[in-house]
């Protein structure tokens, strides 16, 4: 069975941290775009950051740059998402994707670019 799992969600305080992973299981990730995005209550899902095959490309929406970072390692089949410096507009459930095989370029956060969902985990900044 193909799955995509995230983990590392929870509560944390405003201006705090949190790792985020992504696990694949049946499947590697090596040779996909793999992305993240986030659903807050009441509202659409949004684009958080992707990461290309290489790990050398990486997009990022503009209410997370400069405050998290996407990386990737294939040896271990995960990708990871730091997220510092939390505000409480992060709060949302987290989902990863990963995107067709093999595809080599830049990645985009669009959802229609992956195929592979996981089930979210929960994010929730609050004090």
């Known amino acids: 069975q193909l799955q995509v799992v995230e983990s590392g969600g929870g509560l944390v305080q405003p201006g705090g941290s949190l790792r985020l992973s992504c696990a694949a299981s049946g499947f590697t990730l090596d040779y996909r775009r793999i992305g993240w995005f986030r659903q807050a209550p009441g509202k659409e899902r949004e684009g958080v950051s992707c990461?290309?095959?290489?790990?050398?490309?990486?997009n990022y929406g503009d209410s997370v740059k400069g405050r998290f970072t996407i990386s990737r390692d294939n040896a271990k089949n995960t990708v990871y998402l730091q997220m510092n410096s939390l505000k409480p507009e992060d709060t949302g459930v987290y989902y990863c994707?990963?995107?067709?095989?093999?595809?080599?370029?830049?990645?985009?956060?669009?959802?229609?670019?992956?195929?592979?969902w996981g089930r979210g985990t929960q994010v929730t900044v609050s004090s």
């Open positions: 994707a990963a995107g067709p095989s093999p595809v080599f370029g830049l990645c985009w956060l669009s959802g229609s670019d992956y195929n592979y």
């Open positions: 990461i290309s095959t290489s790990g050398g490309s990486t």
